[in-house]
């Protein structure tokens, strides 16, 4: 009999990625995926350790669960109940302390492991705890076919971990040492990926951009030559990346935004903040400057690029003038979307002990607003620049409205239309007609019209 598999997935699109093939690892093993945890056979919380807030849901999350577990052994079942992700690389012990119903603690690093760790789980001889960095690359042993449909925009995660240890940052400790998958095995799984119906392929990694990954040639591959391989592959309409390093932006990678039709002209680059000495403080590696020019170089390749970034307020130490000089250069970049957040002191991360430079809750939640006024200001205007014209848009969703598609637009926004429901999967040129505070709607172009069916087309 199948066993029903729940996954919750917390943080960002490499743990989207993670739950994804931890239902192919588990697949052999009989697991489904379902989409409630009540009843479910195997319950995994893929967490994330980047915020307080983020990491602190996981105990609140676990406490509900435990119930559903002990309804489970009620009626003489079993509910294997699992924490993932970063939290678990970052807390497992912990979690194992705090929260003993929990049978499984594994990191990012030891997922392919699953069948082994089940095993041992179930014969119930205590709790699992598997948070080492192993020496193999998981890639490497995770099952080659999904047994799922990566639907039409799909993640590839092509690189791992971070080495750049930005002083308030927990993904290099979570994550590991950056690691670069080969190129011959991202380029397989993308042509499976298209085989199955994708058309647009995110490329993901923790710094994406400074993927070095080793070529057919032997040499290392940068991102840049990685996207023109991948952009070869037939059926393949549209190749993202994220998330990228101001640092890592090379030469041919700009050059790829100009060159490289499928390569969308939206491109997600944090800066962080505005001033050069919060810059220094966070250990970026490049001042506000270097930036800016970074930007003027790649809209001199690619005028219509559309940029994201994010954002922290009240850094240890962040004056006025400081928050004054991330405002600055907000409205000198201009952004299409960006993420803000207030800065979150994190155990182990060397800000965090930056003790009496600590900015004062209030005033971080003062500049958050702040930021976050100017960002939706930006947005808005930015999705109104695109009234009155017609832009593809990928359709990969159902809208909230009866005969409504959801998609995406080339610059990341949502963009709803009613058309017929054999589009989903395609892209459509749609003429855009309005303008909301985080999507857009239109009407499709070039499409025959929808005739009614009479009702004795209906019987037949
Ligand atoms: N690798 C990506 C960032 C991953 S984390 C990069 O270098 O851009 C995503 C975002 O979370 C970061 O860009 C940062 O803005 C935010 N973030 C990370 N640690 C944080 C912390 N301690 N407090 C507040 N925001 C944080
Ligand atoms: Fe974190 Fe900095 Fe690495 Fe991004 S580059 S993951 S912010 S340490
Ligand atoms: Fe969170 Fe880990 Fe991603 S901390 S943002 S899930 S890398």
């Known amino acids: 009999m199948k066993k029903k598999l729940f996954i919750k997935t917390y943080g960002c699109q490499m743990n989207v990625y993670d739950s994804d093939r931890m239902v192919d690892v588990l697949a052999p093993l009989g697991y489904e995926p379902t989409n409630t945890p009540e009843g479910a056979d195997m319950v995994i919380l893929n967490t994330c350790h ?116 930005c002083t308030f940052c927990v993904v290099p400790y979570t994550r590991g040492s950056e690691y670069s998958r080969p190129v011959a095995q991202v380029l397989a799984e993308a042509r499976r990926m298209v085989a199955g119906g994708t058309v647009e392929i995110t490329l993901l990694g923790q710094n994406v951009n400074a993927f070095h990954g080793e070529g057919p040639d032997g040499k290392a591959w940068g991102l840049g030559r990685l996207i023109r391989a991948l952009a070869e592959i037939d059926g393949l309409q549209r190749i993202r990346y994220t998330t990228s390093h101001p640092r890592d932006m090379d030469d041919d990678l700009i050059d790829a935004h100009g060159s490289v039709p499928q390569l969308m002209p939206f491109l997600h680059l944090p800066v962080q903040s505005g001033s050069d000495r919060i810059l220094a403080a966070m250990n970026r590696k490049h001042t506000s400057d270097d930036y800016r020019r970074l930007i003027d170089r790649l809209r001199a390749r690619q005028p219509d690029l559309a940029l994201s970034s994010d954002f922290i307020t009240g850094f240890p130490g962040e004056t006025d003038q400081d928050f004054a000089d991330t405002l600055r250069l907000i409205s000198d970049v201009g952004y299409a979307q960006a993420y803000s957040f207030k800065y979150s002191a994190r155990p182990g991360t060397p800000a965090a002990s930056m003790g009496d430079r600590q900015v004062e809750e209030s005033v971080k939640d003062e500049r958050l607003q702040a930021v976050q006024q100017l960002l939706n200001a930006q947005q808005v205007a930015f999705n109104q620049g695109l009234i009155g014209h017609t832009i593809g848009v990928l359709f990969d969703r159902v809208g909230k409205l009866e005969g409504q598609l959801l998609g995406r637009s080339p610059f990341m926004q949502s963009v709803h239309a009613v058309v017929p429901s054999h589009l989903m999967g395609r892209i459509v040129d749609v003429h855009i007609n309005g303008a909301h505070a985080n999507s857009l709607s239109g009407d499709a172009v070039g499409l025959p019209p929808v005739l009614p069916v009479t009702p004795a087309e209906a019987v037949a």
């Open 50 to 165: 980047i915020r307080e807030k983020a990491s602190e849901k996981v105990y609140s999350e676990l406490g509900r669960l435990r119930v559903m577990q002990n309804d489970k052994a009620a009626e003489g079942g079993r509910m294997v109940l699992a924490v993932a992700g970063c939290v678990a690389q970052a807390e497992g012990a912990e979690i194992m302390m705090r929260a003993p119903h929990v049978d499984m603690v594994f990191g990012p690093q030891t997922y392919h492991q699953l069948p082994e760790m089940v095993t041992r789980a179930v014969r119930g001889a205590g709790g699992v705890l598997n948070t080492d960095f192993p020496t193999e690359s998981k890639f490497d042993l995770l099952p080659e076919e999904g047994t799922r449909h990566h639907g039409p925009a799909a993640f590839l995660s092509v690189q791992e971990g971070c080495d750049k240890f």
